[in-house]
């Protein structure tokens, strides 16, 4: 699985994640995983804040320098990478915090369209 948006970035080769969840190292030796739930979040993002997406997308890379071992999932509830030591998860509502950044998502509670 390749997320173009980090192909400038060193791929971590024969990592057991690697066709599901592609991590990546950086320069200080950090390391992040991109869950594709987390990168579908992301993308969709871009609807929402095309102007500041390039620094969406570079805090990610700021908050794996901070935290140097992250994983960016999908769902905190059910993260596909559940089994990695000394690692933190974040998610896109962590990633909007950041930057200081909201969505506000309007439901309409008495809608017909539920789970």
């Known amino acids: 699985m390749e997320f173009k948006e980090f192909n400038n970035l060193k791929k971590n080769k024969n990592d057991i994640y690697d066709k599901y969840a592609p991590s990546y190292i950086l320069d200080d030796g950090s ?20 102007d500041e997406f390039n620094t969406i997308l570079s805090s990610i890379i700021e908050i794996t320098k901070n935290n140097k071992r992250v994983i960016f999932t999908g769902n905190y509830d059910a993260p596909l990478i559940n089994d990695k030591e000394g690692f933190v998860y974040r ?14 998502i309007k439901i309409n509670p008495e809608s017909d369209w539920k789970d």
């Open 91 to 104: 998610d896109i509502n962590d990633v909007l915090a950041f930057n200081h950044l909201s969505i506000d």
């Open 31 to 50: 390391i992040f995983y991109i869950e594709p739930n987390f990168y579908t979040q992301l993308i969709n993002l871009k609807l929402h804040f095309d």
